[in-house]
């Protein structure tokens, strides 16, 4: 495994990051689930990020059960705030940051978490009310960093230009071969002033790793075949989609790796992205997803890959 610097932070996160959303604490059984995370810090994963809204709260109580025994300097602990956990708790109020993350990390039973993020942006709350919530969070050792996820350019510089108040050193934005939207603003935007991109869904929920295929029904044990896990990927998982992920197969064989290692390394090939966060239901892809780190893309691959997906990728 291989190790980058998150933005200005002195956070060494790991390349490859094992995240929660969907799975830990709702969508696979608890054995499989530790058996994952306990994979995850035996192939060197030393991030792992959730929120408290992933399962209301289930997702964090597990990992704070799962991580209880481990060295907590040895890893490094990432949850967010902003979606409802009650018809009256939700958004970025001062109210709301003070009283979420102490439920957090009482749920992750630890004394602080090494990244609180903003989980989306606030229209209801003032952004100064905002950032000097999450100052108060930093100054009193509940947080030693900051972040934001799929904030706008706009709102992302509103905060830079703050004075007084803690600053953002990450930013994470949905990013992947079928999902190249951040390339466009806020990857430049975050690269000039010291936010790295922690990205989710690289791997497009699983459509990026070639294991659905265009006019056949998904693997019985997959996430599409998931009630619980399914229902977001309508939008990466067109047969017109599928088709050219197909495509990359050729590609991913040449250079000996999986197609979804391509995928991974298709995106960590910016050295503003800090590290790739994957879901796992099973150790096997712990794996294989951890296997991407370090792998080197050319030029020509690029260009093949490019090629393989024009046309596929939303707009």
């Known amino acids: 495994m291989e190790y980058r610097r998150l933005g200005d932070s002195d956070l060494e996160v790991s390349e490859i990051s094992l995240g929660s959303w969907l799975t830990y604490g709702v969508g696979v059984e608890a054995d499989r689930a530790e058996a994952c995370v306990r994979r995850a810090l035996e192939v060197g994963i030393n991030f792992f990020d959730t929120a408290n809204v992933y399962g ?47 439920a957090s990390l009482q749920r992750l039973q630890t004394d602080h978490v090494d990244l609180y993020q903003c989980h989306r942006y606030d ?93 056949e029904e998904p693997p019985k044990d997959s996430r599409k075949a998931s009630r619980e896990m399914g229902g977001m990927m309508d939008s990466v998982s067109g047969d017109e989609q599928l088709e050219a992920v197909q495509e990359l197969r050729p590609i991913a064989e040449g250079l000996g790796i999986s197609t979804a290692q391509l995928a991974l390394a298709w995106v960590l090939r910016r050295p503003n992205v800090s590290s790739a ?39």
């Open 56 to 102: 209301r709260g289930a997702a964090e109580s597990f990992l704070g059960r799962t991580l209880s025994g481990v060295d907590r300097s040895s890893y490094i602990l990432a949850t967010k705030v902003f979606f409802p956990m009650s018809a009256t708790d939700r958004g970025l109020s001062k109210e709301q940051i003070r009283k979420q993350i102490d």
């Open 123 to 215: 229209e209801g709350t003032p952004l100064e009310e905002t950032m000097e919530a999450l100052t108060e969070v930093v100054e009193q050792e509940k947080a030693r960093y900051i972040g934001f996820s799929e904030w706008s350019p706009a709102q992302i510089r509103a905060a830079l230009d703050m004075d007084g108040v803690a600053k953002f050193v990450s930013s994470q934005p949905q990013y992947s071969m079928l999902w190249r939207h951040p390339e466009a603003e806020v990857i430049p935007l975050c690269e000039a002033n010291g936010i790295g991109q922690i990205v989710w869904s690289p791997l497009a929920q699983g459509v990026l790793t070639g294991k659905y295929r265009p006019g």
């Open 277 to 315: 966060i994957v879901g796992a239901s099973k150790p096997q892809q712990v794996d294989d997803n951890a296997a991407a780190s370090g792998v080197k893309l050319d030029d020509e691959t690029l260009s093949s890959i490019d090629k393989a997906l024009r046309g596929a990728w939303a707009d």
